[in-house]
């Protein structure tokens, strides 16, 4: 009798074993699709990155491109302002001229009024 207890035991132990082996694999088998499932976020992810690593650059471009225009106005606003002082000199400067010619027009236009009084012997 103890023969056969110890078969019916011994089998009761391989069946328990088969069984584990059998859940083993189960899990072994749902472990691959987890880890398939994995690979293939891993893909999109990396998709993702590559992504937005292609619109940061397009904002690095942007930013350098803002910033070439930023001095382009800078230049610009230096030139205008220097074209603006020009310009207020060049007024003073031509309204100092107009009177300086006013000034000698009338004293010539004097002059000729005397030499035409003194002509006309309107002056004694």
Do not use: C, P, W
Not at 7 to 36: C, G, H, P, S, Y
């Amino acid at each position: 009798m103890s023969n056969r207890g110890g078969d019916t035991t011994e089998q009761q132990l391989m069946e328990m074993m088969e069984q584990m082996n059998k859940q083993f694999k189960k899990m072994d088998l749902r472990f691959v699709a987890i880890d398939k499932k994995f690979d293939s976020m891993d893909k999109r992810f990396d998709a993702i990155d590559k992504r937005f690593v292609g619109i940061d650059n397009r904002f690095d471009e942007m930013d350098q491109r803002f910033n070439k225009m930023d001095l382009r106005f800078d230049s610009v606003e230096s030139k205008i302002n220097s074209l603006q002082e020009t310009v207020e000199n060049n007024a003073t400067e031509f309204r100092s001229h107009f009177r300086h010619i006013e000034e000698k027009l009338n004293y010539h236009d004097r002059m000729f009024e005397f030499v035409s009084e003194e002509l006309s012997g309107k002056r004694q």
